[in-house]
């Protein structure tokens, strides 16, 4: 999971904790006195990430007149708060480049809360401590310099949301191998963790996978048709890189299920939104699964760059219920998913002990080739040797049979066969230039 530097956590926490007493359901817009804007409001509508960041960039895009490109993206560690930084062009000659940090906060019980603090690009970065400073201070928010705006330009009037029913009852669950933890409701249990991955079943067919990650071939990547050929690739899944983030997980999990053999279930994707530039968040109804019923799940898909080798890693934190509880359970999933801790030491301790145990691995199969191959090369430079000289005796035979000598010519540095008779006189001629060749000294190509 990515996470908001230590700084920006704080200044956050506070604001949002601060934001949560005001009563204006507008946005309110204020001038930091040093340079930039600051805007934020509450939206009670708004209770996860993914929607509440979408309404801030939705703002954003209608004051600033063009789409905001992503440039990062961070989560907060306690699994509420998301922060993007962006940068956006103003349509029109003359308009400096803004730079932009969108703020989001939300709770299954409360109104969400966003913010967005912008200035111009080129000083942004020593501007945007101080506009995080007076946005989690709340002081001088409500000044004279403040101007409410309509509600709708973040939260667009329509019906309000059902809250549902209030989430479940959790209980903070450890990993059995200590690298983190989870909330879960009654009747779940932890199966498998490791290195902060983790899956629990509910109720069947109640489940959840976070931190799964499945390795990726690009098909359209010259670099990944080595890792392409029979026998080497089946751990990966083919899925051209660049492929939306809705597609990149319905193939992820139909083709990570067939390579081991099992139905894929059918995958109906009633939402998806973009949280960042490689990231999404994906609602999709899914078929039976393992004889289990079908299941609604939300699932928060990562892709990562590619490596050198033209494979990549799909990241995916899913949790599904049964389809006739999903709507009921929504508050309950916000609060599993704000409840995934991680204890970064422990985690970090075993990737790198899983990394020198893949490393020894290489190692000794690499070290277990070179044996072979050194192995082979033995063998085949032994069945050459004896096909050189099984090939030195045929020509020799053939030239006692034909009356034919090799003989040597020192002044040319030559070899020539000649019949017998005439080899006989050159030796005899002149015995320093001429010599007799013997079958072990025959050339490959010249004398056989």
């Not at 200044?11 to 005001?22: I, N």
């Not at 999990?253 to 059918?266: D, S, V, W």
């Not at 939402?271 to 609604?296: F, N, W």
């Amino acid at each position: 999971m990515r996470l908001l530097p230590l700084t920006l956590i704080a200044g956050f926490v506070a604001w949002s904790q601060s934001a949560a007493a005001q009563s204006n359901t507008g946005i309110t817009v204020l001038d930091n006195p040093g340079g930039g804007t600051i805007a934020y409001a509450q939206m009670p509508a708004q209770h996860t990430l993914p929607g509440a960041m979408g309404k801030v960039l939705q703002y954003a895009h209608r004051r600033f007149g063009a789409r905001p490109q992503i440039s990062r993206v961070m989560r907060g560690s306690d699994g509420s708060s998301l922060a993007v930084i962006f940068t956006v062009k103003p349509p029109g000659q003359g308009n400096p480049e803004i730079a932009g940090l969108a703020l989001v906060a939300v709770s299954p019980s409360a109104a969400g809360k966003g913010a967005v603090l912008t200035d111009q690009a080129d000083r942004f970065r020593s501007t945007v401590g101080p506009m995080l400073k007076l946005l989690q201070s709340g002081a001088g928010l409500s000044g004279p310099k403040s101007s409410p705006a309509s509600a709708a330009a973040i939260a667009p009037a329509s019906a309000p949301e059902s809250p549902g029913a209030p989430a479940a009852p959790l209980h903070q669950t450890p990993f059995p191998d200590g690298s983190g933890s989870i909330g879960l409701p009654d009747g779940w249990t932890i199966t498998g963790a490791h290195a902060g991955e983790v899956t629990a079943q509910g109720p069947a067919p109640a489940a959840l996978h976070f931190d799964w990650q499945i390795p990726a071939l690009d098909p359209n990547d010259p670099r990944s048709r080595g890792l392409m050929r029979p026998g080497t690739a089946a751990g990966f899944v083919d899925i051209p890189y660049g492929t939306d983030a809705a597609t990149t997980f319905r193939l992820a999990l139909t083709q990570f299920l067939q390579k081991r053999g099992k139905a894929p279930p059918t995958i109906e994707i009633v939402e998806s939104t973009q949280v960042g530039p490689k990231e999404a968040l994906v609602s999709a109804r899914m078929g039976a699964i393992d004889g289990h019923g079908p299941t609604t799940a939300l699932v928060d898909i990562g892709i990562g760059a590619p490596n050198n080798q033209g494979s990549y890693l799909i990241t995916l934190y899913i949790i599904s219920f049964p389809q006739e509880l999903a709507q009921r359970s929504q508050a309950t999933v916000v609060a599993m998913l704000h409840s995934y801790k991680v204890n970064q030491d422990v985690q970090l301790a075993q990737i790198q002990a899983d990394a020198q145990r893949t490393q020894q691995m290489t190692a000794q199969t690499l070290a277990e080739m070179r044996r072979r191959q050194a192995a082979s090369d033995q063998q085949f430079a032994a069945y050459q040797r004896r096909q050189d000289t099984q090939e030195r005796q045929f020509q020799a035979f053939d030239n006692n049979l034909l009356d034919r000598t090799v003989i040597r010519d020192t002044d040319l540095n030559a070899h020539g066969t000649v019949s017998n008779d005439l080899a006989d006189a050159l030796v005899d001629a002149n015995p320093n230039r001429f010599q007799e060749v013997s079958p072990s000294e025959y050339v490959k190509g010249i004398d056989y």
